[in-house]
């Protein structure tokens, strides 16, 4: 599955963003969709996960509350829908696929998007 993620942008500390995640080919909802951000000099990191069928939702701890992941299986795409933003949410935000089990872990995705700047100003 090829995956394109965009939607990112610049936004006021504050402010929302929503992002998307189109899927190519015709088994996107047997796949888990992950997102993860990776913040300029450092790892990248686990944001959330949406199960195949999108009846269960797994966040970051420290992002519960405001972020949420929806999907799409007849439009073959992934949201993140973005509130509250500050300005330590400033990161490339990747879309991942996988059928693996953990899905919380990057490493179990074989499947990654080429990541979309989300730039949150002070």
């Known amino acids: 599955v090829q995956l394109q993620a965009y939607g990112g942008g610049l936004v006021q500390a504050g402010g929302s963003l929503r992002l998307s995640c189109t899927a190519s080919g015709r088994t996107f909802s047997s796949y888990d969709l992950g997102w993860f951000r990776q913040a300029p000099g450092k790892e990248r990191e686990f944001v959330g996960v949406?199960?195949?069928?999108?009846?269960?939702?797994t966040y970051a701890d420290s992002l519960k509350g405001r972020f949420t992941i929806l999907r799409d299986n007849a439009k073959n795409t992934v949201y993140l829908e973005m509130n509250s933003l500050k300005y330590e949410d400033t990161a490339v935000y990747y879309c991942?696929?996988?059928?693996?089990?953990?899905?919380?872990?990057?490493?179990?995705?074989?499947?990654w998007g080429q990541g979309t700047l989300v730039t949150v100003s002070s």
């Open positions: 949406i199960s195949s069928g999108g009846t269960r939702q």
């Open positions: 991942a696929a996988t059928t693996l089990f953990q899905p919380t872990i990057a490493t179990r995705y074989p499947y």
